[in-house]
């Protein structure tokens, strides 16, 4: 017998721990080599350690949400034959040995396929099963990408049995519960349940991040209505000149356009504020977070020098970047360094909202839900396509009179979007 440790790999460059976010073994378990041992995640990236070696698990290196040191055993797995110890002379523990595990990223490790063999004996669910409810606070096994398909299809993954290792639901028992015919009928029976959920991974980051701007960021926020009545109709006549084949044209890129305009004339507001050094630095360059709602939480990938980029080029950019941030893809450059934030929660918005500033930026700008209202224009009531923008400023080095300012600023450029394709004058 040999007892090999699997090490947690060097994740990302400087990164020193990494959280587990998943187990997908227990104790016991026999698994092949390639097969997935746990989830962890450095800030809101997640990797996937597969097996380098077959065997049975024999240790594993702590709980969900624990900081596991790069460098450090996750795993150990016991391989080969186990001599049986005889009364006189005791079998002595095998000494570890070390083992890095390459990581996987967590899209690479879903499209991977299983190998043959595991095709062959691991047995699937017949088609028309449906999974008998797991006892009260018993958590279904699954991968994150299992998961993920699981809520997009709405399916409850208790009522899923698992033919993986220690019951893990796999894929296939997914494409064996979804098969046609199958409909899981609910139980009409009070629920008593409650349950505790341990805040990790991305929730916890979120949670941490949002924590230290409300402690250290005193919020100023403005609430004005805007007139998106001839911007909503220049971006429509775009997206029919542009035809059928190009992606569709949104709201957000003329936003954006707007936003990199109006900072030109305040660079103050596309800034970071040390409040430790008490230093405000100014960027010429408008690297624009778009945060971006996930399977997993709120994540923000910026769209880097926003001034550069035309129109489309900027719509083609935030649409790579929310794809990249849903199906796990977006990298860590991806997901740092911007310098001022919008957030939008489209159709689902508000009338208006409170948003938060993404430290150390200085500055957010919240989209709210665009409505038909009553406008009194040229002496009578006229319907008109109103949205309101609600910008949060760090009042620490963002005045009001200069928030005002801002902000009215971007309602006269998105209500007069021709301004936003003229370059000022000398």
């Known amino acids: 017998m040999a007892l090999v440790a699997v090490k947690l790999p060097d994740v990302g460059e400087g990164v020193a721990e990494a959280e587990l976010v998943e187990w997908h073994v227990e104790v016991g378990d026999v698994v092949r080599e390639d097969d997935l041992l746990a989830a962890v995640m450095t800030d809101k990236a997640t990797v996937e350690i597969p097996s380098p070696a077959a065997g049975k698990v024999a240790w594993l290196a702590g709980n969900i949400g624990d900081a596991i040191a790069v460098g450090s055993d996750l795993v150990r797995i016991e391989t080969g034959e186990t001599a049986a110890a005889t009364p006189a002379e005791p079998a002595k523990a095998a000494e570890p040995e070390p083992v890095v595990a390459k990581p996987v990223t967590q899209p690479e490790a879903a499209a991977a396929p299983p190998p043959a063999a595991a095709k062959a004996t691991r047995p699937v669910p017949a088609a028309g099963r449906v999974g008998v409810p797991r006892p009260e606070g018993e958590r279904p096994l699954a991968t994150p990408a299992v998961r993920l398909r699981a809520r997009e299809a709405g399916i409850d993954l208790r009522q899923v049995p698992g033919s993986g290792p220690a019951g893990r639901i796999t894929h296939e028992d997914l494409d064996a519960f979804l098969a ?8 009409m029976a ?140 977006a990298t860590r450059e991806e997901l740092a360094g911007s310098t001022i934030t919008i957030t939008s929660l489209g159709p689902l918005g508000a009338i208006a909202t409170t ?72």
């Not at 309101?388 to 902000?407: E, K, M, P, T």
């Open 180 to 187: 046609p015919g199958v409909a899981p009928t609910p139980a």
């Open 355 to 426: 948003p938060i500033i993404n430290h150390p930026e200085v500055a957010i700008v919240g989209v709210n839900r665009i409505a038909v209202r009553p406008v009194w224009l040229d002496g009578a009531f006229v319907p008109r396509r109103m949205m309101n923008l609600s910008c949060s400023f760090d009042h620490r080095v963002i005045d009001g009179w200069n928030a005002a300012r801002f902000v009215a600023r971007l309602k006269t450029l998105i209500e007069t979007p021709a301004m936003l394709f003229v370059e000022a004058g000398p």
């Open 190 to 329: 009070p629920d008593k349940s409650v349950s505790e959920v341990k805040v990790t991974g991305l929730r916890r980051t979120i949670a941490r991040r949002m924590a230290l701007a409300n402690e250290r960021i005193p919020h100023i926020t403005i609430v004005e209505e805007v007139d998106v009545s001839e911007i909503e109709r220049l971006r429509a006549r775009l997206n029919e000149e542009r035809g059928e084949a190009a992606a569709k044209l949104t709201l957000l890129p003329l936003i954006l356009r707007a936003i990199v305009r109006a900072v030109r004339e305040q660079p103050e507001i596309n800034a970071h504020y040390d409040d430790e050094a008490e230093m405000l630095t100014r960027h010429g360059g408008v690297h624009a977070g778009i945060a971006t709602q996930t399977p997993g939480g709120l994540m923000v990938p910026v769209v880097r020098h926003a001034e550069a980029l035309d129109l489309w080029q900027t719509a083609a950019e935030i649409a790579r970047l929310a794809e990249a941030a849903r199906s796990g893809k």
